[in-house]
């Protein structure tokens, strides 16, 4: 199984300042009709996740810019520009190229 | 809106079944593969198993391959999942979800499953 790496799993920041969260894939992550299915998820203490990310940069409808997702292959970011009392919770990524489908373990964001 | 909403979950003694269901509105459901997802308590998301658009095809995860079966009625809109031979590691909040590789929001709000004797 292609193993999902986070990093920091525990995240605290002051409110107005940026974030950024790493994940890092055990294979590539590039599928054969050349999409890379890299998916970023934040569930909200006591919700079910929701989707911000879709293929390593494309913003769900509704979602902030302040939200922006990076990279390739492998490495992959996700960054929040300056970060609001609504961000708490815990991030995480997915891919969607290998299957089984796999998680990566959680970012848990907190407001210092 | 897309809403889905799960239901079924319970207690359930270890060796037991459990049969979820999964209502889902405001999409073309029979246009989309479904895919259920799980949350055991406090901890992060796992893959359960997904079913193509016309029930063709399946995929499971190994933790349940031989004893989960996904399923869809696309007359009914609904997703199900069958779990037999439960044990207490199936112990989760189970999600269904619209889509597998670029897994679309929103989810539902999950079915608790407890596996315990």
């Known amino acids: 199984d292609v193993v999902m790496t986070q990093s920091p799993l525990s995240l605290p920041v002051t409110l107005g300042q940026p974030a950024s969260i790493s994940c890092r894939s055990s294979?590539?992550?590039?599928?054969?009709?050349?999409?890379?299915?890299l998916n970023w998820f934040h569930q909200r203490p006591g919700q079910s996740p929701g989707r911000l990310i879709y293929q390593v940069s494309n913003r769900d409808s509704g979602v902030p810019d302040r939200f922006s997702g990076s990279g390739s292959d492998t490495d992959f970011t996700l960054k929040i520009s300056r970060v609001e009392a609504e961000d708490v919770g815990v991030y995480y990524c997915?891919?969607?190229?290998?299957?089984?489908?796999?998680f990566g373990q959680g970012t848990k964001l907190e407001i210092k | 809106q897309v809403h889905l909403v799960e239901s079924g979950g319970g207690l359930v003694k270890p060796g037991g079944s459990l049969r979820l269901s999964c209502a889902a509105s405001g999409f073309s459901f029979s246009d989309y593969y479904m895919s259920w997802i799980r949350q055991a308590p406090g901890k992060g998301l796992e893959w359960v198993s997904f079913i193509n658009d016309g029930s063709r095809y399946t995929s499971y995860a190994d933790s349940v391959q031989g004893r989960f079966t996904i399923s869809r009625d696309n007359a009914k809109n609904s997703l199900y999942l069958q779990m037999n031979n439960l044990r207490a590691e199936d112990t989760a909040v189970y999600y269904c979800?619209?889509?597998?590789?670029?897994?679309?929001?929103?989810w539902g709000q999950g079915t608790l499953v407890t596996v315990s004797s």
């Open positions: 294979q590539s992550l590039v599928y054969s009709d050349g999409n890379t299915y």
């Open positions: 979800a619209r889509g597998t590789r670029a897994v679309a929001g929103p």
């Open positions: 997915m891919q969607g190229t290998h299957w089984p489908y796999t």
